[in-house]
């Protein structure tokens, strides 16, 4: 071939070749981001700024698990840890298709050994210093994190609080449409209660989580206070300063609750609960103890979570049995 017969052919290259010069739209550090993202978060004190959706969150313990279940993310899950009990039905399924790194909290070394990118605790001792799974410690590791705002907010904890954590959550992880829906679907539940215990006279109620020198209960600033009091009753404990706390078996007596609620979980069983306060006598007289009667909710229906709306109904059902359908 001439160069005359060259020179076509170079010429019509010319134009792929100015193309392939530009910088592509998929070039590394010129990709667009998520949509919503840059996002940034101040949790509990902490300030996060994202660039994307966490691809390899893990989640310590059943609350925020199931959070993020409800929401549809279990691909974004690198692994998990710590029920109190049975994951709900409706997420049983995807909940297998998550690796379980402990039984309880793992250690820093399990942890960080799934290569997360995002760490979602539910209890503050799931950022436990001593065991070097602090939010420092796991920022110094490039690891992000978020503690469920029950124990971090200021003051009471209500269902806003809750909507809160589903839309900070839902926006974190690029689904807030999602988040939207949920909570959506959680106001008309809860308005479905209170349409139907409305007018109700509220009856007092002592929780009983556990205990036997002193009964630990719980308090006003938890979220479960919150849902005795949607459900028709008052927590005889309100004016505890803080989500669970002890208190004395002589409080317990002259607050004359009339109902005691049982969290359920762990080893004791709901009868052995129940018989330890019946087999009491400094209880005898305290009308929920004299009348027997009991309410039971599992621990993981009373903590800021997506069981809440439901635990209400749960809750009104037995404190006023007349309201059933």
């Keep these: 071939m001439t160069w005359r017969h060259r020179l076509p052919l170079a010429a019509a290259l010319l134009p792929l070749l100015a193309a392939c010069t530009a910088a592509p739209a998929s070039a590394p550090g010129t990709a667009k981001p998520a949509p919503g993202f840059p996002y940034e978060i101040t949790n509990c004190g902490t300030t996060t700024t994202l660039q994307a959706p966490p691809k390899r969150a893990v989640t310590m313990n059943q609350h925020v698990t199931e959070v993020m279940l409800a929401l549809g993310l279990e691909k974004s899950l690198a692994g998990t840890a710590y029920l109190d009990d049975a994951v709900l039905p409706a997420y049983a399924k995807a909940y297998r298709s998550v690796p379980v790194l402990a039984k309880e909290y793992p250690s820093k070394e399990a942890l960080l050994a799934a290569n997360p990118d995002f760490v979602y605790g539910g209890y ?14 796991l920022a110094d590791a490039g690891v992000a994190t978020r503690l469920n705002t029950e124990y971090c907010t200021t003051g009471a904890v209500s269902v806003d609080d809750l909507y809160r954590e589903i839309t900070e959550v839902g926006r974190t992880f690029g689904v807030p449409d999602r988040a939207e829906r949920w909570n959506e679907d959680a106001r008309a539940t809860l ?8 007018g109700v006279e509220p009856v007092s109620v002592f929780v009983y989580d556990s205990g036997d020198k002193t009964a630990f209960t719980a308090g006003g600033r938890g979220i479960g206070n919150d849902v005795i009091a949607r459900a028709g009753g008052r927590n005889v404990f309100a004016d505890l300063d803080k989500p669970f706390g002890d208190a004395s078996w002589e409080e317990v007596v002259a607050r004359r609750p ?16 129940k018989r330890r306060l019946l087999d009491d006598p400094a209880l005898k007289d305290v009308p929920a103890i004299r009348n027997h009667r009991f309410a039971v909710l599992p621990l993981s229906d009373t903590v800021l979570g997506v069981r809440v709306p439901a635990a209400v109904g749960k809750l009104a059902a037995q404190l006023h049995p007349a309201t059933r359908r």
């Design 258 to 273: 009339e109902v005691v609620l049982i969290y359920d979980y762990g080893s004791t069983t709901v009868e052995q609960k």
């Design 191 to 198: 308005a479905a209660t209170g349409r139907r215990i409305e």
């Design 124 to 137: 503050t001792s799931a950022f436990d210093a001593k065991a070097g799974r602090s939010r420092d410690d």
